[in-house]
Nanobody, 124 residues
Framework: QVQLVESGGGLVQYGGSLRLSCAAF????????IGWFRQAPGKEREGLSY???????YYADSVKGRFTFSRHNAKNTVYLQMDRLRPEDTAVYYC??????????????????WGKGTLVTVSS
């Protein structure tokens, strides 16, 4: 059974940092495209960052320069380092994996497996 498990969310002040983790069970992440997404209350899901199976990395404009996507293949885990956090970053954050789509990654296309999410709250 495939599972993606996010962790690392919490409450942080404006300008602070958090590192989210996404551990995979039942699949080997380095063989898949992986994405980080978030959804704030009352808003649509937003694609934040994506690594293709070939290793190409993409970021949404809203997080470029503040968030960094990395992976540790030996731990079968990916990370999202989030710096200079803002109240508008408050959301539930999800990781996803699948064949992916470099053209439509931010829409979640090609993502077959999703975690249950971890809540990030940024106070002003």
């Amino acid at each position: 059974q495939v599972q993606l498990v996010e962790s690392g969310g919490g409450l942080v002040q404006y300008g602070g940092s958090l590192r989210l983790s996404c551990a995979a069970f039942g699949l080997t992440l380095e063989h898949y495209a992986i994405g980080w997404f978030r959804q704030a209350p009352g808003k649509e899901r937003e694609g934040l960052s994506y690594i293709s199976s070939e290793g190409n990395t993409y970021y949404a404009d809203s997080v470029k320069g503040r968030f960094t996507f990395s992976r540790h293949n030996a731990k079968n885990t990916v990370y999202l380092q989030m710096d200079r956090l803002r109240p508008e970053d408050t959301a539930v954050y999800y990781c996803a994996a699948g064949p992916g789509s470099e053209r439509w990654w931010d829409q979640g296309y090609g993502m077959d497996y999703w975690g249950k999410g971890t809540l990030v709250t940024v106070s002003s």
